[in-house]
T-cell receptor, first 113, second 113 residues
Framework: KAGVTQTPRYLIKTRGQQVTLSCSPISGHRSVSWYQQTPGQGLQFLFEYFSETQRNKGNFPGRFSGRQFSNSRSEMNVSTLELGDSALYLC????????????FGQGTRLTVV | AQTVTQSQPEMSVQEAETVTLSCTYDTSESDYYLFWYKQPPSRQMILVIRQEAYKQQNATENRFSVNFQKAAKSFSLKISDSQLGDAAMYFCAYRSADNDMRFGAGTRLTVKP
């Protein structure tokens, strides 16, 4: 069974640009969550999608958005990039209606220069 | 919102010895899940152990066990017979009834040969 796949693994962008990250969950998992990981702030919850609907949202500005497709694949978008957006972005998937563990991808390392 | 606190930014242990990582959380819910995740340098988050709040018995997975004190809102991880491969960042996580998962700041564990 394939794990959670995040693409790309590494990304370098310039301030002011926008970026789209992709996450393919484990087959059968319909809940996808996104996290931002930085050395200073740790792991911070961005949002969670289930059945193409955003169910939960963390405390991030509107420049951070996401969506989920009918096949449960999810994308997150960051517009008008700032230097502080440099981070490891992790995606996690889990089963429907389950409060069991989330399975994580390897993350996308975003560097904003 | 629920908060998760890991008060030990770094810990070290001698190979074959035992180490305990601390975690406390704040919640008003009675039903939730707790997890310990490991993030090695490869950065893939891996589930170590989980605990359902309604279960009084402490979870155990081979060399890993937890001390779950619900009234004290404490959830520590004990690693017995530490191995070099246990070196990693360890994150304590809380998952609420609405699927919102929050993480602690992490504890970096070093294993000395």
């Amino acid at each position: 069974k394939a794990g959670v796949t995040q693409t790309p693994r590494y990304l370098i962008k310039t301030r002011g640009q926008q970026v789209t990250l992709s996450c393919s969950p484990i087959s059968g998992h319909r809940s996808v969550s996104w996290y931002q990981q930085t050395p200073g702030q740790g792991l911070q919850f961005l949002f969670e999608y289930f059945s193409e609907t955003q169910r939960n949202k963390g405390n991030f500005p509107g420049r951070f958005s996401g969506r989920q497709f009918s096949n449960s694949r999810s994308e997150m978008n960051v517009s008008t990039l700032e230097l502080g957006d440099s981070a490891l972005y992790l995606c996690a998937s889990s089963l429907v209606g389950s409060r069991t563990e989330a399975f994580f991808g390897q993350g996308t390392r975003l560097t904003v220069v | 919102a629920q908060t998760v606190t890991q008060s030990q930014p770094e810990m070290s242990v001698q190979e074959a010895e035992t180490v305990t990582l601390s975690c406390t959380y704040d919640t008003s819910e009675s039903d939730y899940y707790l997890f310990w995740y490991k993030q090695p340098p490869s950065r893939q988050m891996i589930l170590v152990i989980r605990q359902e709040a309604y279960k009084q018995q402490n979870a155990t997975e081979n060399r890993f066990s937890v001390n779950f004190q619900k009234a004290a809102k404490s959830f520590s991880l004990k690693i017995s017979d530490s191995q070099l491969g246990d070196a990693a960042m360890y994150f304590c996580a809380y998952r609420s009834a609405d699927n919102d998962m929050r993480f602690g700041a992490g504890t970096r564990l070093t294993v000395k040969p």
